[in-house]
């Protein structure tokens, strides 16, 4: 399993965590990744509503030239983006997995604040030991 990265985007579109697990990715500035992830759920609301077939829950993939981002919406609005070589089979189950540590670790957590930065070491332990290091 590689995972390149993982992104959780709150419903309003703000970037709320965010993680690299592979060296050599380009090093952005957190105002760029707050850029991405806003630009990233615009296009999945667009895209929701574009569908031929009736509602959509919208982009569930995204490919490019050499990896793609699978994401989960959640019934909340929160949304999990994980970023993959096209190779990876298993990145449905993976978010699947980071949803269920999200929801033990931060959402549990009284101290958390829904919609902000998720500062939760507990989230932090278990998702590199689903993940790696990074």
């Known amino acids: 399993m590689v995972v390149f990265g993982l992104w959780v985007i709150n419903k309003a579109g703000g970037l709320v965590y965010q993680r690299n697990f592979t060296d050599g990715l380009a090093q952005l500035t957190s105002n760029e990744y707050l850029v ?24 569930q993939v995204i490919e490019g030239e050499s990896f793609k981002l ?15 070589p096209l190779t990876e089979a298993a990145a449905e189950s993976i978010l ?7 929801s033990d670790t931060v959402m549990k957590n009284p101290f958390h ?7 939760s070491d507990g989230f932090d332990s278990r998702i590199v030991a689903l993940l790696g290091s990074g």
Not at 70 to 84: A, E, M, N, Q
Not at 113 to 119: A, L, S
Request: glycine share 10%; proline share 8%; charged share 10%.
């Open 70 to 84: 699978t994401i989960l919406l959640t019934l909340t609005g929160t949304k999990f983006v994980l970023s993959t």
């Open 36 to 59: 991405l992830a806003g630009t990233l759920h615009g296009i999945h609301a667009i895209t929701s509503r574009l569908s031929p077939a009736g509602p959509s829950s919208g982009a």
């Open 96 to 102: 699947q997995r980071v949803y269920e540590i999200y």
């Open 113 to 119: 604040t829904p919609e902000m930065p998720i500062r």
